[in-house]
């Protein structure tokens, strides 16, 4: 059963042409934030921007810090911890509510002003996570759009919401960097396949649902070509909720890690899921429109903690 209200129907039973985005990519003007028209320009036409020195120098080590922490003292028996088959973290959602270190970059000038731009509102974190890509035994995220996860399983409505990913370790072209399908974000492509019970379990480690048949992915990449996203630490990387993107493993001695971090506008509050019974759990969607408030700045001093 698909909702009478749903502009983008996916998970269906047979495949069905894509459909083109309704929604503009970009909301806001030069003078709502500090991207310039060439930069929204950019946005608007690829679905991605980098933003080099998003997070300095400074807040690096104790940021790498933080992570090691988080991945190594939360219960194990937390669900917003998620494991690779070898049982290492993967990914832990809500860092920005369990570290404040982390909710500090949230605000960071860098940071907010540009979600706001981009959505032309107030915004609020959908979805927050750390990243986990180790040396030798990191593993990939298949092709996929997330917002036909969110739309399907989260009951988001349109498409107003852009993710950052700061890195926080160097990204090379070999050690499984995100690679993204430029100008793929106005295009949605309906999946086939119903939503199983509990889907969440299992597709933070593996997505096999809510993902383009190989054939679909294949007339993608020749219509649009692939990037990769590589730069140093401190580098982020923006893109629109509806561009497809992957990454593969990371076989190299190199580790890779990143705070990734959603914003939705306050004015794209989630509903029911459009093609699942239930919603996903608040820390994978939140369901509460809680603004980010204002911003802390770039610049570190002795009162965050950081040195």
Do not use: K
């Amino acid at each position: 059963m698909h909702r009478a209200d749903d502009n983008y129907p996916t998970r269906v039973e047979e495949r069905i042409d894509p459909i083109q985005r309704i929604e503009p990519t970009v909301w806001g003007e030069p003078v709502n934030g500090p991207l310039d028209p060439a930069a929204l320009n950019s946005f608007a036409e690829q679905g991605y921007l980098v933003r080099p020195d998003t997070v300095g120098g400074d807040w690096l080590p104790a940021l790498r810090r933080e992570l090691d922490e988080l991945g190594s003292n939360v219960d194990a028996a937390d669900p917003r911890v998620i494991r690779e088959p070898n049982g290492s973290p993967r990914s832990v959602f809500e860092p920005h509510l369990l570290s404040d270190l982390i909710a500090q970059v949230v605000a960071l000038d860098t940071v907010l002003p540009v979600a706001r731009q981009l959505l032309g509102s107030d915004v609020y974190i959908h979805q927050a996570r750390i990243n986990f890509m180790p040396g030798f035994t990191g593993t990939g995220f298949y092709w996929h759009s997330d917002f036909e996860t969110w739309h399907a399983e989260d009951g988001m409505p349109a498409m107003r919401a852009a993710s950052c990913s700061i890195a926080l370790t160097d990204n090379y072209s070999y050690n499984g960097s995100l690679m993204v399908m430029p100008g793929s974000h106005r295009t949605f492509y309906p999946c086939v396949g119903a939503t199983p019970e509990n889907n969440h379990s299992t597709s933070l480690v593996r997505q096999d649902v809510g993902v383009p048949d190989r054939e679909v992915l294949t007339a993608a990449a020749e219509r649009f070509g692939i990037n990769q996203f590589t730069g140093p630490a401190g580098t982020a990387l923006w893109f629109d909720c509806n561009l497809m993107h992957g990454s593969g493993s990371n076989i190299t001695p190199f580790p890779r890690s990143n705070i990734f971090l959603v914003f939705n506008s306050v004015e794209n509050a989630l509903t029911e899921p459009f093609a699942a019974q239930h919603p996903r759990p608040e820390f994978l969607a939140a369901r509460r429109v809680v603004p980010v408030g204002t911003s802390v700045g770039t610049s570190v001093g002795s009162d965050t903690g950081v040195g």
